[in-house]
């Protein structure tokens, strides 16, 4: 709607902290996306639902492409990271540009917000981290289809891979809004606090969840006052 373009600019210039449609709304439990009761509850899923899923998806794709497939275990391992790190960027640019655009469309700011917005409105819902079973078992095998016609048999391990890369985000925002700051790694310090700042400073910076490779890439990072990455 045209009033998030609006908050947006607002934002850029200096004149308001958060855009209204991304302010926090409350700690606990979200507000429904349906009316209807059984749609609702299938909107919302706990963590280790889609964790236990996927994980025995990715393992039964990883052994059948070892056993039926013909492929080499350096050809699965090489194309499973491939399909990992595919992910990652996957993850960057939906975040930036899709979750992230500001549109005047209704029907793609409806989309947003309870695709993505709901989530900085109530960043600690611990049921909607994750895209629930059913959604998330179209999506992902509309990707298995693509990732075949490109590939042939090689889909079969770097669909797995592709999603051990989404299971491994899922897990990580879990943890980012779960759990404190990790104290002893850089790397996950820094992780965390990138994500704080998307979601409490900027949500226009630091867009990955699971690994900041593509902030680096794309300048993106969060950086404090004086310039300096906040790490």
Same mark, same amino acid.
């Given at each position: 709607m045209r009033q998030n373009v609006i908050d947006f600019q607002d934002f850029k210039a200096g004149r308001i902290k958060l855009p209204g449609h991304l302010e926090i709304k409350g700690t606990g439990y979200g507000e429904r996306l349906f009316e209807n009761e059984l749609l609702e509850r299938l909107s919302r899923t706990p963590i280790w639902v889609p964790q236990i899923m996927w994980t025995t998806i990715s393992t039964g794709f990883l052994l059948f492409a070892f056993l039926s497939a013909n492929l080499t275990i350096p050809e699965i391992i090489g194309t499973g990271i @491939? *399909? @990992?790190? #595919?992910? #990652?960027? !996957?993850? =960057?640019m939906t975040h930036r540009f899709f979750h992230h655009s500001e549109t005047n469309s209704e029907r793609m700011s409806r989309i947003q917000h309870k695709g993505h917005w709901i989530h900085h409105m109530y960043p600690k819902d611990p049921t909607r981290f994750a895209m629930p079973p059913i959604p998330a078992l179209v999506l992902s095998s509309l990707f298995l289809v693509l990732f075949y016609l490109l590939m042939g048999n090689y $889909?079969? @391990? +770097? =669909?797995? *891979? +592709?999603?051990?890369? =989404? #299971?491994? =985000?899922? #897990?990580?925002h879990y943890a980012e809004h779960k759990y404190p700051i990790p104290k002893h790694y850089p790397p996950l310090r820094r992780l965390w606090k990138q994500h704080i700042v998307h979601h409490y400073k900027n949500p226009y !910076? $630091? +867009? *990955? !969840?699971?690994?900041?490779l593509w902030d680096w890439v794309f300048g993106t990072m969060a950086r404090d006052r004086e310039g300096r990455i906040i790490k």
């Open positions: @491939a *399909g @990992a790190l #595919t992910w #990652t960027f !996957v993850e =960057y $889909a079969l @391990a +770097f =669909y797995p *891979g +592709f999603m051990i890369g =989404y #299971t491994v =985000y899922i #897990t990580f !910076v $630091a +867009f *990955g !969840v699971s690994t900041n």
